[in-house]
């Protein structure tokens, strides 16, 4: 038997559209597992649904809802928690039921917005992930040119919208379901696809634009970046202010490294698994593959309830905001300190600062005047 044309992020069914159509097919379900298997694999897919969507939601209301967190990095860090959050809720859930036994139950519709969604979810995370690396280049790097505003954020984030829309939609329109006894199958067929051409093509292309594109991208950024914080040791007679730059700069890129790394971690078997399937189709026939594509697609998942937990700990402000979303928990109390964090000081700061000027300039003008007196007098 060959494979099916399967979506990137969808499971490779070991039926070709060519054997439904010529009645080749078997009438068994050999992908059935038994129960205790299933209630495992279901524990552990529970763990990604739940952490990620309590996770990335809370991250999305941190920075909404604190005047101080809406910067230009934080605002594509919005744009990358929904996109985890709803590939964690619209994708994990359906493609782990239709991993389990290879037998879709969600009809064509679903079917189509499945092999849409995903991508275009992936697409809008890794490329938030490297407009915050280029933000932060431009920021550190080039810090005299103008930044980003709010309102050039939001095209960028429509724009990075419409160009996944557009590069998935070709995984949607030739989605379609078959059905033969005893199941249902979810595949993508593709027009003229001999030998599975086209297909192959597409992935290709798919996991240069939204893999090695953009972690290309990120790690000259970064690397720029790093050599610039890193290379060179903060002046002993630098101010305070100065210093205290510097580290929240350093903790904000350190952050984000480690964000983009875990990312690049999560997704690389899943991208080889379907590089070595499109060269050696015969590892989907092995009785194995169901248990490794499952084990695959857990770790590519898991890569959308990760971010909250390093932001949780590695930077300051967002850990202060988990304190207060959940201050409801018994085991969990907001510090004086967490309410300084997401207090927006910046504008009490400049106001003062503003006062101490005027105050300043008014006792001089005075001073001024007295003293201008006193000589006409004399």
């Keep these: 038997m060959d494979t099916t044309s399967a979506p990137l992020l969808f499971l490779t069914s070991t039926v070709s559209f060519e054997d439904i159509k010529d009645g080749n097919e078997t009438t068994t379900n050999v992908f059935a597992q038994p129960g205790w298997q299933v209630a495992l694999w279901a524990i552990a897919y529970a763990l990604i649904v739940t952490v990620s969507v309590i996770g990335n939601v809370t991250v999305i209301w941190i920075i909404l809802a604190h005047q101080r967190m809406r910067t230009v990095t934080n605002y594509f860090i919005v744009n990358l928690a929904f996109s985890d959050v709803s590939m964690a809720a619209f994708n994990t859930v359906f493609n782990f039921v239709y991993a389990l036994h290879n037998d879709w139950y969600f009809g064509l519709g679903y079917c ?17 992930m490297t407009a915050i690396a280029v933000d932060r280049y431009m920021a550190i790097i080039h810090p005299l ?59 290709i292309a798919l ?12 790690l000259v950024t970064y690397s720029l970046v790093g050599r610039t914080l890193w290379g060179s040791e903060i002046p002993g007679e630098a101010s305070e202010h100065y210093q205290n730059q510097i580290q929240a700069k350093r903790k904000v890129v350190k952050m984000m490294i480690v964000v983009v790394v875990t990312f690049a971690l999560c997704w690389l078997p899943f991208h080889m698994y379907f590089i070595l399937g499109s060269f050696n189709k015969d590892i989907y026939n092995q ?6 594509y499952l084990a695959i697609f ?8 990760y971010n909250p937990l390093i932001y949780y700990c590695l930077n300051q402000r967002f850990r202060a905001g988990f304190h207060r979303a959940f201050r409801w928990c018994p085991f969990i109390t907001v510090s004086e300190e967490d ?19 005027s105050t300043t300039t008014t006792m001089y003008r005075d001073s001024a005047e007295h003293t201008t007196t006193k000589l006409i007098k004399a």
């Design 339 to 357: 309410k300084m964090e997401l207090q927006h000081r910046r504008t009490f700061m400049m106001t003062r600062s503003f006062r101490m000027e």
């Design 298 to 305: 857990w770790l590519a998942m898991s890569s959308t309830m």
């Design 145 to 203: 040119k103008p930044r980003l505003s709010s309102t050039s954020t939001n095209v960028v984030i429509g724009l990075i919208w419409a160009v996944a829309f557009s590069l998935a939609f070709p995984q949607c329109f030739y989605a379609k379901t078959i059905f033969y006894s005893p199941r249902t199958v979810c595949l993508v067929d593709w027009p003229e696809d001999i030998g599975g051409k086209h297909q192959l093509a597409y992935q």
């Design 287 to 292: 009785k194995y593959i169901q248990q490794v």
């Design 112 to 128: 189509r917005f499945q092999n849409f969604f995903p991508i275009t979810a992936m697409f809008s995370s890794i490329y938030s």
């Design 207 to 218: 996991i240069i634009l939204i893999y090695l594109l953009p972690l290309l991208v990120m």
